[in-house]
């Protein structure tokens, strides 16, 4: 079993601090996007998507998609449930986890993708406008995503899921992609302290 | 019990076929979209991030995000199975939904939203670049679906799954969203004729 990934990448550091939260190691491999190596027929044979992360299993099946990665490893070891508990405990992840995926990290991905100057050439066309278009609604979703915060310790509520995962990567994925974090917003603040200064976070 | 849609729009349709497919019925109530309906205080108190659909329970509970939707209905009532059977099929349904989601619906959407004039002034700044971006990368995936459809009825493999039910979605929504449908596609055009011709479909 292996992953193939590329570290500084958003999508393969979900599947990293996923896997720390449940104590697996999983070795890795790494490909340089920037140097095309997603391109390559190689690789393009694990993931016609050429998307990183994929998960190789030992009789050789290839799974990509961050999510269903994680959902591999959630069905191997279902504990932590980093899916949620019960049907409603599961019901309510996936919300909160799409609701983190399509509102936060995709955006702040396409404003990297579009306005970052090392992704020219990758991403074709680069479209400035719409990597702008995505700064402002990032920083509407964390303001919203502070209010929500207020009553709940994690993302989802009481419990660390795979909501907090996908948070916690794009808020720090805010940096390459040049989107200055507010201040003031203090139950997200504190939030944040709370996820970065687990052991898997450094994953 | 009831649903919060709008009957026009591709995320509601995806729900009301997966509903089909399980056989259960559950009363809607629709608002408008181009009346800007969804970003009322009554409609953002259920949903705050003013998207349909939502489910609204007995208790009031509110779930939003399709998917959530779906998997409520799934754990409810497995029978049949559109997330996949056992855990390796879960996994593989999680990837293939994965992708049409984000490869194809996502875009198709992309580009009806930055495209379609009736969208200005709801999708605010339209970047008619990055709508018109999106055209040739839809082509691409279904050029590449027809390969993977060679070997199998459907898209995850040989069970009709809420996969199909976004590909389906996403292919339709190509009409308003005007990206024509590439001829010579033979083993797609056989999916697409096999999944449309469901009783579902029609809801």
Redesign the interface.
């Known amino acids: 079993m292996k992953i193939i990934e590329q570290a500084k990448a958003p999508n393969p550091r979900r599947v990293r601090i996923f896997l720390a939260e449940k104590g697996i190691t999983v070795p890795s491999e790494e490909i340089d996007i920037l140097k095309r190596e997603h391109r390559s027929t190689a690789f393009t044979a694990q993931n016609?998507?050429q998307q990183v992360p994929v998960l190789v299993l030992d009789d050789g099946t290839a799974?990509?998609?961050s999510?269903?990665i994680c959902?591999?490893f959630e069905?191997?070891q279902p504990e932590p449930a980093l899916f949620g508990k019960g049907?409603?405990g599961?019901?309510?992840v996936?919300?909160w986890q799409?609701?983190m995926e399509f509102?936060l990290l995709y955006r702040v991905a396409q404003c990297f993708r579009h306005s970052h100057p090392a992704m020219a050439g990758i991403e074709e066309?680069q479209?400035k406008?719409?990597g702008d278009?995505n700064r402002p609604r990032v920083i509407e979703v964390l303001s919203?995503l502070d209010t929500?915060l207020a009553g709940c310790r994690y993302i989802a509520g009481g419990e660390y899921t795979i909501a907090d995962i996908t948070a916690l990567v794009a808020v720090d994925f805010m940096k390459p992609a040049r989107i200055e974090r507010p201040g003031g917003l203090e139950n997200l603040q504190r939030w944040y302290e709370d996820v970065a200064s687990r052991p898997s976070a450094k994953a």
Request: proline fraction near 7%.
């Open positions: 016609p998507l799974i990509s998609e999510v269903a959902r591999y069905e191997q049907a409603m599961r019901v309510n996936e919300m799409r609701r509102g066309p479209v406008e719409w278009a919203w929500e």
